[in-house]
């Protein structure tokens, strides 16, 4: 069953140049909004750094 992400908010993890062309990817598979967490601002290792990631998708 295809999931509809034109309405969806999508957080790509992984290394910075990966980041960037999932996120054209993500652009071309029709998503709008694609969220890439920035290590300087959320530490994807620690428990708190992916709550806080998840709970602000980036809006601050």
Same mark, same amino acid.
């Given at each position: 069953?295809?999931?509809?992400?034109?309405?969806?908010?999508?957080? +790509?993890? !992984?290394?910075?140049?990966?980041?960037?062309? &999932?996120?054209?990817?993500?652009? &071309?598979?029709?998503?709008?909004? +694609?969220? #890439?967490?920035?290590?300087?601002?959320?530490?994807?290792?620690?428990?708190?750094? #992916? +709550? !806080?990631?998840?709970?602000? !998708?980036?809006?601050?």
């Amino acid at each position: 069953m295809p999931i509809d992400l034109a309405a969806r908010r999508v957080m +790509v993890t !992984g290394v910075p140049a990966f980041s960037v062309s &999932a996120s054209s990817a993500g652009c &071309a598979a029709g998503c709008r909004d +694609v969220f #890439v967490p920035r290590s300087a601002e959320y530490d994807l290792v620690q428990r708190d750094g #992916v +709550v !806080g990631a998840l709970r602000t !998708g980036g809006r601050r």
